[in-house]
Nanobody, 122 residues
Framework: QVQLVESGGASVHPGASLNLSCVVS????????MGWYRQAPGKERELVAT???????NYADSMKDRFTISRDTSKNTAYLQMNDLKHEDKAVYYC????????????????WGRGTQVTVSA
């Protein structure tokens, strides 16, 4: 069984920073592309950023200046450093991976975590 568990969400003031974490758990052999997405109230889920195993990153244009995605492949963990948070960053932030291979050879595709809430208010 493979699970993605996000953490680090909180209620903060505008201008604050947060660092989200996403751990992929299970009998993991390898994790593919990891990504962060977010869904604000009443809106569709949108891409924040993705990162490949080798470290290549991709960002939504509106977020590349304040957000930084990283990963620790040895820990099957991805991070999202968010700086200068704004009201419009309020959302549930979800972690995703396109592929997880476990040690018995099975692969799981398009796995999602349950999300972590980020609230930005004065």
């Amino acid at each position: 069984q493979v699970q993605l568990v996000e953490s680090g969400g909180a209620s903060v003031h505008p201008g604050a920073s947060l660092n989200l974490s996403c751990v992929v758990s299970g009998d993991i052999f390898a994790v593919g592309i990891m990504g962060w997405y977010r869904q604000a109230p009443g809106k569709e889920r949108e891409l924040v950023a993705t990162i490949r195993r080798g470290g290549t990153t991709n960002y939504a244009d509106s977020m590349k200046d304040r957000f930084t995605i990283s990963r620790d492949t040895s820990k099957n963990t991805a991070y999202l450093q968010m700086n200068d948070l704004k009201h419009e960053d309020k959302a549930v932030y979800y972690c995703n991976t396109d592929t997880v291979r476990i040690k018995n050879g099975d692969c799981y595709y398009n796995k999602w975590g349950r999300g972590t809430q980020v609230t930005v208010s004065a």
